[in-house]
């Protein structure tokens, strides 16, 4: 069965730190694909990124970068020069197929950037 | 704002009685997905749509349905409600497939369900 594990609960760091929010997934599947996503105080939830297991380039968005390890099954999330309206509840997700098929959460990193 | 509209933004009802919550996606978009948020599970995929037709089916209980209308608008009826189907039941939309494309998903405001 698929399964994506975030270890670190919560995490708080000072503005302006750098932070990696870790990910770890389970699938038997040789292709699928992982995703992140935002949900802030406020309660929406924001897509952040998909990635599929065919591409295993890092990927930088501004002040967010994805490093995403096949050989330790990660797809971890980093966060440079932390700012405070990045303070939210983090998932990552694996979906076995293109449908969204038997598509996992994690539990959520909850994380606190303090001023 | 992010296009998506959820309708009723909060409900209260009691056990056994059956709801319906309302999502339209935003102006373009063929995929709708449904999700549950609760304090107990967590958040979970429930169903996806695409373009009228169902493409994906995750934890949804058979108390649940869901379908899309041909101007793709999507419903998502629960009837026999139970105390622990109250939660958070957000909808997303995007323009194409959730994991094949390249479109950013989009999430309306939710609808808080609380079921006495």
């Known amino acids: 069965a698929q399964k994506v594990t975030q270890a670190q609960t919560e995490i708080s760091v000072v503005e302006k730190e750098d932070v990696t929010l870790d990910c770890v997934y389970e699938t038997r599947d040789t292709t699928y694909y992982l995703f992140w996503y935002k949900q802030p105080p406020s309660g929406e939830l924001v897509f952040l990124i998909r990635r599929n297991s065919f591409d295993e380039q890092n990927e930088i968005s501004g002040r967010y970068s994805w490093n995403f390890q096949k050989s330790t099954s990660s797809f971890n999330f980093t966060i440079t020069a932390s700012q405070v309206v990045d303070s939210a509840v983090y998932f990552c997700?694996?979906?076995?197929?293109?449908?969204?098929?038997?598509?996992?959460f994690g539990p959520g990193t909850r994380l606190s950037v303090l001023p | 704002d992010s296009g998506v509209t959820q309708t009723p933004k909060h409900l209260i009802t009691a056990t056994g009685q059956r709801v319906t919550l309302r999502c339209s996606p935003r102006?373009?978009?063929?995929?709708v997905y449904w999700y549950q948020q609760s304090l107990d599970q967590g958040l979970q995929f429930l169903i996806q749509y695409y373009n009228g037709e169902e493409r994906a089916k995750g934890n949804i209980l058979e108390r649940f349905s869901a379908q899309q209308f041909p101007d793709l608008h999507s419903e998502l009826n629960l009837s026999s409600l139970e105390l622990g189907d109250s939660a958070l039941y957000f909808c997303a939309s995007s323009g194409g497939l959730l994991a094949g494309g390249t479109d950013t998903q989009y999430f309306g405001p939710g609808t808080r369900l609380t079921v006495l």
């Open positions: 997700a694996l979906s076995e197929d293109n449908y969204g098929q038997n598509f996992v």
């Open positions: 102006s373009g978009d063929l995929s």
